[in-house]
C-alpha cells in the first residue's frame, strides 16, 4: 500500500490539470471534510452506500460517505455481476423477484453504461424435474417478470454453449452488470451534487451523546490520522460489516454470514446468463461478464468471524466445476483466471427473537424506535442489484428524521456515463480506437473526459481488456484511485488472462510518475502481483499456471522486484 | 480437481493457451514499422476476447496483417494467431462485397487466361506509365509495381504439346500442382521441373482439374469463391495422391501451404489425408538424393554466386532448409544465406497503393543484406518474393528448382540414373 506521503507528493502542476473542478480528489480537501458538520455520514463504500449517499445529495442532503478500504471491495465487488431479473427468487421469495424486476427495469435505464441487455436462460437438464418449470414460470408471472417457454433447440441457437442435453429452457430478462462501474458512477453522481466521499477511513468508534448517535471517529488508513466528523444522522450500509458497526453504535444486529464462491473463465462462453430452473443450489449460474465468463456460486454459512478471510479453498473450486460443466460443457476445457469469494449480509429478522429466521429481503432499522439510539439506521440484507431501492429506503428514513420532504429522483435520473443513448460500438468501430472503444464500454459518456489527442494517451497499458494510458489518468485523477487495486476496479488494468503481468508494471510507472515516488510505486506494484496471485493460486494450474510462473520469472527473475521492495510488515488493505 | 476436467485449455481457435510472452510482436514485421497496426498478440488473442464479446469490437486495422504467420512460428505456446487474426477479418467481411480492385488482384487465374490470349500487348500496356497512373489513381493499384510478363504459351498448353506423350515411360510418377504464376507467367519454371524430374526418372503429370489455390483470394476476402476453388483441387489432389498413388509436387511455397494448411484452418476443407504427400519439389528431390535413390551430376563449369531468401510461409512449414541444402549439392554454387526478413509483398498486399510505402518499409533491410551479400541472383521459392526482390533491388530471381536445373548436367544424370 502506497503511504499517505506518497500520496501529498502530487506535483501542483498536476493537481491544476485536473480540471474537472467538482471532482475533487479526497487529500486535496481532507482537511476541510474533516471540520465540516454533514446532514448525514454513510459508513460502507460499497453499492448500497453509494446509492445512499446519491440519493441523499439529490435530495439536498450535506452527505459524507466513509469507506475503510477501497469502494466496492465487499459484496458489492464479489458476486455474480448479474443483474437479476428476479426469476431466481420467484419461487421462493416472491417479494425480492419483485423488487428484482422493478430495480432491474430501472437499472436499463438509469445505469446503461453499466449493464449489458443480454437476457438469460433457465435450463432444465434430464436430471432435473421438468415439472419445476411450470411452478417457475407462474411464480415468474405473479412476480411480474417475463418468462417464456422455449424450445430446447431454440435455446441451443441463441445460446450455443448451453448444455446440448437440455430438455427445457426458459427466456427471462436477465442481464449482466458491472458493479465496479456502478458504485463509482453513484459515487460521481453524489459528488456532482455536493456529497464528499473518503475512502481508507476506518470507522473507530461513534460520537455518542447520551442515546444520540452524533458523528464518527475515523482513522485515515493513508496518513495513521484519528479524527471526528460529525453528522446529524449516521446510516451504516457495511453489509456483514454492518453488525461490528451496530456494535459500537450499542445496537445489536445479528447477521447471517452467507460464503459463495465463484470462478472467472478467460473470456466468454456464453452470451446470455444461464441458470438452472431447478431450486436454487451451488454453481447454478453461468453469467458473461464484460470480456470473461463467471460460474457460481456455492453457499455456506461461515462464523462472524471469519468474514474477512476471503480465500477459495480446493474443494470450492471443485463443486463449482463439476455443477458448472453440466451448465456449459466446455468450461471443462477453458481456462480459468482466478477464483474469489465474497459474503452475502443476511439479517436475523427482528420479530424472531431466535434469530432462526433469515429475512432475504432488504431491511432498514430505525434505531431509534428499535432501541432508542436516535441518529443512527442500518441499511442490511438486500442484493447488489437492489441497491437503488435499499438507498431510497435509506434517504426516506434519513429524510423523515431531518424533515426533508424531497422526493426521490434516483429511479429517473440516469447515472453519470448514462446519459447518452447514442453510444453504439457499431457507429464508433470507424471513429475510435479498440482502446477508445472499450474505455467507452466502461464508462459510457464520460469516457469523453479521457485524454486521447495523441499517441502517448492512446498508447494500451493493459492490452487484455483495452486501457490507455489516457484512461489510467482520468482514473487517477477523477475516480479516487490510491493505488493498483483501485485502478483496476476503475478501469480494469490487471483484469485480463495475464493478471496484470505486462500492464502493472506500466500502470505502477505511470502511477509513480504522478506521484513522484519511485518506491511508493514498486511497493505498490509487489502488493499488486501479490493480490493477482491471490485469487490465481486456487486455479493455478495448465496455462493460468504457466502465465503466473512467467510473471514470476519476469518480476521477480529478471526485474528483482523482491530485491527492492520490502514487504515485510506491508500493510494489508485488500 | 474433477475428473477428467480442466487437462488441457483448448477452445476452438487455442488463443487460451497465449501466455501474452509478447514474443510475436517482436517478430511482427508490421508492427515493426507502424504503429497503426496493434500486433499480433493484440490483434489476435487479445482482440478475440472482446470480439467474443462483441463482434463489433473488430480492429479494422486488422486488414494491415500480412498473414506471414512469423508470429505462429515464434510463439511458444503454439497458438494459431495468425489463423484468429484472418478469421476475424472473414466474420468482419461476411456479407461485404470485394473492391473491383481487391476482385482482380484476387483472381490471378482469370486475369491469367485473359492476358495470355493478349500476352504481348497485356505485358506492354501494364507496363505504361498512363496505364499505371490509372491504375495508381482508379483503382488503387500502386504505380510503382509492375505485373508479372504474361506468357504466350500457357504451361499446361506446353506440357500437353510438348511434354504430356514422354512422360508415362519413366518407372516413378509424380503429379505436378503448378500454380498459377507458372501457368500463365513463367512456364520455364515448370519447364525446369518436368526436365529435372525426367532427367531422374520421375514423370511428371498434372492434377486432373488444377484451380487456383485460392492464397490470393482469402487475402482479399473472396472466401465463397476460395473454398468452391478449394473443392476442386482436394478431389483432384484426392483423385492423386489415393487413386494414383503419386506425391504431388509444387514449386511455390505459398500454394503448397494453402493447400496443406489453410484449406483446413481457413475454408473448412479437409486436406488432412493428403496434406503429407502435398511438397514442393525441393524437399521431395532432397529427400531422393539423401536417400540414395537418385544421383544428380552438375556441370563442370557451373560457378555462381547467390543469396537464398526465406519466404515467410516456407519458414511457417519449416521446409528452407530443404531449397538451402538442396542447392548445397552444387558444387560450383557459393550460396549465401540471408536472414529471415519478410519481404514485405505478401502477395498482393503490396500491390495496393494504400500498402506501398509500409511494404518496402518492411523488405528495407532484406533488400539492405541483400546488396551487402555481393551476389549476381537471389533464389526464393515464393513468386511474389521474387517480384518484390526484382523490384526492390535489380537483382534477377530464381526458383531454386531452375538454379538446380540449371546447374544440372542433364545427359550426365540421366546415365547415372540409368536412363
Redesign the interface.
Known amino acids: 500500500m502506497a503511504k499517505s506521503k506518497s500520496v501529498c507528493n502530487f506535483a501542483p502542476k498536476l493537481i491544476e490539470s485536473i480540471g474537472f473542478a467538482t471532482l475533487k480528489t479526497s487529500f486535496m480537501v481532507t482537511d476541510n471534510i474533516y471540520k465540516n458538520e454533514y446532514d448525514v455520514i454513510i459508513i460502507g463504500g460499497g453499492a448500497t452506500g453509494a446509492g445512499t449517499a446519491r440519493d441523499c445529495a439529490l435530495r439536498g442532503l450535506k452527505v459524507l460517505l466513509v469507506e475503510r478500504n477501497d469502494y466496492s471491495t465487499g459484496a458489492t465487488g464479489r458476486n455474480h455481476g448479474l443483474m437479476h431479473s428476479g426469476a431466481r427468487y420467484a419461487v421462493t421469495d416472491g417479494e425480492s423477484a419483485s423488487e428484482c424486476i422493478s430495480e432491474n427495469m430501472i437499472l436499463r435505464r438509469i445505469a446503461r453504461h453499466c449493464v449489458e441487455e443480454t437476457d438469460g436462460l433457465f435450463i432444465t437438464l434430464p436430471e432435473d424435474d421438468l415439472g419445476y418449470q411450470r411452478t417457475f414460470v407462474d411464480a415468474c408471472e405473479r412476480a411480474g417478470i417475463r418468462a417464456d417457454i422455449i424450445d430446447p433447440e431454440e435455446a441451443r441457437r441463441i445460446e450455443p454453449a448451453v448444455n446440448p442435453e437440455l430438455i427445457g429452457a426458459v427466456r427471462v430478462p436477465d442481464a449482466s452488470i458491472d458493479p465496479f462501474r456502478l458504485t463509482v458512477a453513484n459515487l460521481l453522481d453524489a459528488r456532482l451534487h455536493g456529497a464528499d466521499t473518503l475512502n481508507y477511513h476506518e470507522v473507530e468508534g461513534m460520537i455518542v451523546n447520551q442515546n444520540r448517535i452524533e458523528g464518527v471517529k475515523l482513522l485515515n488508513k493513508l496518513t495513521g490520522e484519528h479524527v471526528e466528523v460529525r453528522g446529524r444522522v449516521v446510516v451504516n450500509a457495511c453489509g456483514i460489516w454492518g453488525q461490528r458497526i451496530a456494535e459500537m453504535a450499542g445496537a445489536k444486529i445479528s447477521m447471517f454470514p452467507a460464503r459463495g464462491a465463484l470462478l472467472i473463465f ?4 456464453n ?1 446470455m446468463v444461464i441458470n438452472r430452473c431447478r431450486k436454487p443450489a451451488n454453481a447454478d449460474i453461468l453469467v ?1 461478464d ?2 470473461v465468463c463467471v460460474i457460481g456460486t456455492t453457499s455456506d454459512r461461515i462464523p462472524i468471524e471469519t468474514v474477512d478471510d476471503m480465500r477459495v479453498t480446493r474443494e470450492e473450486v ?1 463443486v463449482l ?2 455443477e458448472g ?1 453440466k451448465i456449459a460443457p ?1 468450461l ?5 483466471i482466478r477464483a474469489y469469494a465474497g459474503v452475502r449480509p443476511l439479517v436475523a429478522s427482528d420479530d424472531d427473537p431466535s434469530g432462526r429466521s433469515i429475512s432475504r429481503g432488504i431491511v432498514c432499522l430505525d434505531h431509534a424506535k428499535r432501541d432508542g439510539l436516535e441518529g443512527f439506521i442500518t441499511i442490511t440484507g438486500g442484493k447488489m442489484m437492489t441497491y437503488r431501492l435499499m438507498g431510497e429506503i435509506a434517504t426516506n428514513a434519513v429524510c423523515a428524521k431531518l424533515g426533508n420532504t424531497a422526493p426521490c429522483v434516483t429511479a429517473t435520473q440516469p447515472l453519470p456515463g448514462s446519459e447518452d443513448d447514442t453510444l453504439d ?2 457507429d ?3 471513429r475510435y ?2 482502446g477508445q ?2 474505455a467507452i464500454g466502461r464508462h459510457g459518456s464520460l469516457a469523453a473526459r479521457i485524454e486521447k489527442e495523441n ?1 502517448i494517451d492512446n498508447a ?1 497499458v493493459c ?2 481488456e ?1 486501457v490507455t494510458v489516457g484512461e489510467i489518468k482520468y482514473a487517477v485523477h477523477q475516480l479516487h484511485v490510491h493505488n493498483l487495486v483501485n485502478l483496476r476496479r476503475r478501469t480494469r488494468v490487471g483484469m ?3 493478471q496484470g ?2 500492464c502493472s508494471c506500466r500502470a505502477a510507472s505511470l502511477m509513480g510518475e504522478f506521484r513522484h515516488d519511485v518506491k511508493g510505486a514498486q511497493a505498490d506494484l509487489a502488493a499488486f502481483l501479490d493480490e493477482r496471485w491471490k485469487g490465481m493460486r486456487p486455479v493455478a ?3 493460468t499456471l ?2 503466473a510462473q ?1 510473471t514470476a520469472a519476469i518480476y521477480e527473475g529478471l526485474c528483482g522486484l523482491d530485491q527492492v521492495v520490502d514487504r515485510t510488515g506491508k500493510e494489508d488493505v485488500q | 480437481m474433477a475428473e477428467r476436467m480442466q487437462i488441457c485449455n483448448l477452445s476452438e481457435n487455442n488463443f487460451e493457451q497465449c501466455t501474452k510472452c509478447s514474443i510475436c510482436t517482436t517478430v511482427c514485421p508490421v508492427a515493426a514499422v507502424t504503429t497503426d497496426y496493434p500486433g499480433p498478440k493484440q490483434a489476435g488473442p487479445d482482440g478475440e476476447r472482446y470480439r467474443l464479446k462483441d463482434p463489433a469490437y473488430y480492429d479494422k486495422m486488422l486488414k494491415l496483417c500480412l498473414n506471414c504467420k512469423r508470429c505462429e512460428v515464434a510463439c511458444p505456446s503454439g497458438v494459431h494467431i495468425a489463423d484468429i487474426i484472418q478469421h476475424a477479418r472473414m466474420r468482419a467481411g461476411e456479407g461485404k462485397r470485394a473492391s473491383l480492385r481487391d476482385t482482380m488482384l484476387a483472381n490471378t487465374d482469370l486475369l491469367g487466361t485473359v492476358a495470355n490470349l493478349v500476352a504481348p500487348v497485356a505485358n506492354v500496356t501494364l507496363g505504361l506509365k498512363p496505364t499505371k497512373m490509372v491504375m495508381h489513381s482508379v483503382m488503387a493499384i500502386d504505380k510503382h509495381r509492375t505485373f508479372p510478363a504474361y506468357s504466350r504459351m500457357k504451361f499446361e498448353t506446353w506440357f500437353k504439346r510438348h511434354a504430356a506423350e514422354h512422360q508415362a515411360a519413366y518407372a516413378n510418377q509424380v503429379s505436378y500442382f503448378h500454380g498459377c504464376y507458372v501457368n500463365y507467367n513463367f512456364p520455364k519454371l515448370g519447364q525446369d521441373l518436368v526436365k529435372l524430374l525426367n532427367a531422374v526418372g520421375y514423370g511428371v503429370n498434372l492434377l486432373d482439374k488444377e484451380q487456383c489455390c485460392g492464397v490470393a483470394l482469402i487475402a482479399n476476402g473472396l472466401y465463397k469463391q476460395a473454398k468452391r476453388q478449394a473443392r476442386v483441387n482436394a478431389a483432384s489432389l484426392r483423385q492423386a495422391v489415393n487413386m494414383d498413388h503419386r506425391t504431388v509436387l509444387t514449386t511455390s511455397s505459398s500454394c503448397t501451404f494453402n493447400l496443406r494448411d489453410e484449406y483446413p484452418s481457413m475454408l473448412g476443407v479437409d486436406t488432412s489425408d493428403v496434406r503429407d504427400s502435398i511438397m514442393l519439389a525441393t524437399r521431395f528431390i532432397y529427400r531422393l538424393v539423401d536417400d540414395e535413390k537418385i544421383k544428380l551430376v552438375f556441370k563442370q563449369d557451373y560457378k555462381r554466386r547467390i543469396a537464398y531468401h526465406t519466404a515467410c510461409h516456407m519458414q511457417r512449414m519449416g521446409w528452407q532448409l530443404f531449397s538451402i541444402e538442396m542447392m548445397r549439392m552444387i558444387p560450383g554454387l557459393d550460396l549465401q544465406v540471408l536472414d529471415q526478413e519478410c519481404c514485405g509483398i505478401s502477395g498482393t498486399y503490396g500491390f495496393k497503393r494504400e500498402n506501398y510505402e509500409r511494404s518496402q518499409a518492411i523488405g528495407a533491410t532484406l533488400f539492405k543484406n541483400i546488396a551487402d551479400a555481393k551476389v549476381e541472383a537471389v533464389a526464393t521459392d515464393c513468386e511474389t518474393c521474387k517480384w518484390q526482390i526484382e523490384m526492390s533491388t535489380g537483382l534477377p530471381v530464381e526458383n531454386p528448382i531452375s538454379v538446380l536445373a540449371d546447374a544440372l548436367d542433364v545427359d550426365a544424370t540421366r546415365r547415372a540414373n540409368g536412363l
Open positions: 478467460g473470456h466468454r462462453v452470451n458473461p464484460d470480456t471443485d466445476l463439476k460443466v466446455s471443462a476445457t477453458t481456462r480459468i460500438q457499431r464508433m468501430s470507424k480506437s479498440f472503444r472499450a499517441d494500451l492490452e487484455c483495452g485480463g488472462t495475464c503481468k505486462l494450474w495448465g496455462d504457466r502465465e512467467l
